[in-house]
């Protein structure tokens, strides 16, 4: 009985001193779960899963926003209310959201689905359904600390009207592109599906509320833990997986409020060093270790010292579909005939396959102009490119400067000393098109600049400023997370 007490003392002080800790730091929290949707079979765990995260949130001191069951224009209107909840807080703000239902990807684009939605083809979600990317640039565009957003939504596509053309899963999206400051966690790896579990919540869900709790545990840390206890709970068939540009430390829990640190992250292991770092240990271990870490370079190591079951063909799937997911966001930034008939070739047969070739054939007459800006070349001073004139035209005459003649300058006799008053009606002289201005006894002569003439052929324009979005495809201007897609 005493030890029961003692426990519960000790975690009610683990919650007192972890929201005492963080008070001075603002957090407002969106939680929404989709279980009823109208058309599709209902999803059981979603809406338990809003349920148990918000309670998580509240007791880490998140102003907690609690949502279910939402159709497309009271999903739109509540993202609209959250964003306006952040903005009020100020700029030292910590923003997450929490998703979970379904959740596909189109083209490359991927989309929340509200319950409402009954698509007939893939033109219909689009226009019922909530983008990924508008999120993003929506929470982007608020002044705020730290973004955090958790989606347990990569369950697989309902839809039988289109789920034969569309890929598996999420696609992957790099928040290293856009503003720093941000975290986006799925539930699974991108391009794989999520499993919604046969408990009273998912697997990604009942991962995150143990490991969400334990006290002093940054959230990358939180977030591993979590990959393995999903990894193994569900024998290697769901990993979750995040992107993050984060630059602020976060905890859900903290006992004493610690200085920022200066120490660096750990510098990440290349394949060599995690083949030797790997060399030797149990596989099961060496398993643990590489889905705990989560990278590409990890996985190769593994794949390479481990060829046999049960860990190997996972990890290597894991891999296989990670390059391909790498390759198609790749062809999806650059938008263009060519560089989706590049990943045609490198994967012929794939779930991507029917939507690459779509993309490709409606891109088929477009002309490829996307280049490759290079880094310094956004770093040019703003009076350094004022400066510059059109490449397509002749270079401007510089300002030359003339020196007067002694014999030009004449003394202009008054009015009375004319021999002869001026005539009327007389022809005009001709005005001069040259502009004469005097400073210090010197004439300079200032031309008109000559008028281009537009050479033939496409004009490439560069759009300037990510304004902390994501610029994909051949249009980066304006800071817009994702693609443009140029649909007819």
């Given at each position: ?337 060519s560089a989706y008939t590049a990943f045609l070739a490198e994967y012929p047969a794939s779930d991507l396959t029917a939507t690459a070739r779509k993309l490709a054939e409606r891109l088929r007459n477009r002309p490829d102009t996307a280049v490759a800006v290079p880094t310094a070349a956004l770093a040019t001073p703003v009076a350094a490119a004022a400066a510059l004139t059109c490449p397509c035209g002749p270079t401007p005459p510089a300002l030359q400067k003339v020196e007067p003649k002694k014999t030009d300058v004449k003394k202009t006799k008054s009015r009375a000393e004319r021999d002869d008053p001026p005539k009327r009606g007389g022809k005009k002289a001709s005005r001069s098109r040259v502009y004469v201005e005097e ?50």
């Open positions: 009985m005493r030890r029961a007490m003692l426990t519960t003392a000790a975690l009610a002080a683990t919650v007192l001193f972890g929201a005492a800790a963080v008070a001075a730091e603002t957090r407002v929290a969106l939680v929404i779960g989709q279980s009823a949707y109208r058309a599709v079979p209902p999803l059981p765990n979603p809406v338990n899963d809003a349920k148990a995260i918000g309670t998580l949130l509240g007791d880490a001191g998140f102003e907690v926003i609690e949502a279910t069951d939402l159709g497309q224009n009271e999903l739109r209107a509540k993202l609209g209310d959250f964003a306006a909840a952040v903005a009020s807080k100020g700029p030292d703000t910590v923003a997450l959201m929490f998703y979970a239902g379904h959740g596909i990807q189109v083209d490359g684009e991927n989309y929340l689905i509200p319950v409402d939605v009954d698509p007939k083809r893939e033109a219909d979600i689009p226009l019922q359904a909530v983008r990924l990317n508008d999120v993003l640039n929506t929470l982007s565009s608020v002044p705020s600390k730290t973004r955090i957003i958790m989606l347990d939504a990569c369950r697989n596509n309902p839809f039988p009207s289109i789920n034969k053309t569309t890929g598996q899963g999420l696609a992957l999206v790099d928040t290293k592109s856009g503003a720093p400051g941000t975290l986006l966690s799925y539930s699974t790896s991108p391009g794989a599906e999520a499993e919604d579990g046969n408990g009273t919540n998912s697997p990604y869900t009942t991962a995150l509320l143990k490991a969400g709790r334990e006290n002093g545990l940054k959230i990358e840390d939180t977030l591993k833990r979590v990959r393995l206890a999903v990894n193994q709970a569900t024998e290697g068939r769901q990993t979750p997986w995040e992107s993050s540009s984060l630059v602020d430390d976060f905890q859900f829990f903290t006992v004493t409020a610690a200085a920022p640190s200066d120490s660096e992250a750990p510098k990440p292991r290349t394949v060599e060093e995690w083949r030797g770092f790997l060399k030797g240990k149990p596989v099961d271990q060496a398993n643990a270790l590489i889905v705990s870490d989560g990278s590409a370079d990890a996985y190769e190591a593994f794949v390479s010292l481990y060829a046999e079951p049960p860990f190997a063909p996972d990890a290597k799937r894991w891999l296989d579909r990670h390059r391909r997911m790498q390759a198609w966001n790749r062809a999806v930034l650059v938008n263009t005939g400073e210090d006894d010197d004439v300079v002569e200032v031309r008109r600049p000559p008028i281009y003439a537009v050479p033939p052929g496409p004009v490439i324009q560069f759009g300037g400023g990510f304004r902390g979005g994501y610029g994909g495809g051949p249009s980066r201007g304006g800071g817009s997370y994702g693609p443009s897609r140029g649909r007819y």
